[in-house]
Each structure stands twice: as C-alpha cells, then as structure tokens.
C-alpha cells in the first residue's frame, strides 16, 4: 500500500488542521491505520491510530480530547482533525497502515512521506 499525507501549513496556537491520507490500494479497509510525529531533535512518536473499520480509536495522552482520528474506507483516506494546537505540536506528520499495538505504543508497516505542521505561539 501506498500512502500520501497532505494538509500541513502553519497554524496559529489554538487553532486548527486536518491531516488527510490517501492510500492506494484495494486493502486499505483490511488496515488499522495511524498517525506518527517527530518534532525537530525527538524522536518519532505515536499519535493516533484506528481500527480497520473505524469503531475503536487510540489517542497518545499529549493529543487526548484535542486530535479526532477518523477513516472513511469508500475513499480510501484517514483524517486527523487537529484542535486547539499547541506549540508543542509542531512536527512532520506521518501516517502509517497496518497498525499493530506494540507493549504501550504502536508499529506501522507501511509509512507515507510526512507533512509539517508548524504551530506559532
């Protein structure tokens, strides 16, 4: 499968974006998907992810109540609705396919080129 991210820009704090991801491919409804971010000197790290059909979703705490992930499988595209940005959130943004939770984290097989999200103060 084949992943493309878009819709990252530069946000002023408080506000909002959402991610898009496009993927290609007929298994893409077969596939928890997900998000990743790596802020500049970190280390990429999870975000959010959901279940192949959309009914059971997965937050890191730092996006809990702010993030809203969601799928919709006749497109073949996940969101991340993103509000109430902080700083903090500045990062690449990645989105990942074929999901699997790993101890308290979570793995992606499959990885799209990411898109930067920046949030100013």
């Known amino acids: 499968v084949q992943l493309q991210a878009s819709g990252g820009g530069l946000v002023q704090a408080g506000g909002s974006l959402r991610l898009s991801c496009a993927a290609s491919g007929r298994t893409f409804s077969s596939y928890a998907m997900g998000w990743f971010r790596q802020a500049p000197g970190k280390e990429r790290e999870f975000v959010a992810a959901?279940?192949?059909?959309?009914?059971?979703?997965y937050y890191a705490d730092s996006v809990k109540g702010r993030f809203t992930i969601s799928r919709d499988n006749a497109k073949n595209t996940v969101y991340l609705q993103m509000n109430s940005m902080k700083p903090e959130d500045t990062a690449v943004y990645y989105c990942?396919?074929?999901?699997?939770?790993?101890?308290?984290?979570?793995?992606?097989?499959?990885w799209g080129q990411g898109t930067l999200v920046t949030v100013s103060s």
């Open positions: 990942a396919a074929d999901m699997v939770p790993m101890g308290s984290s979570w793995y992606g097989d499959y």
């Open positions: 959901i279940s192949w059909s959309g009914g059971s979703t």
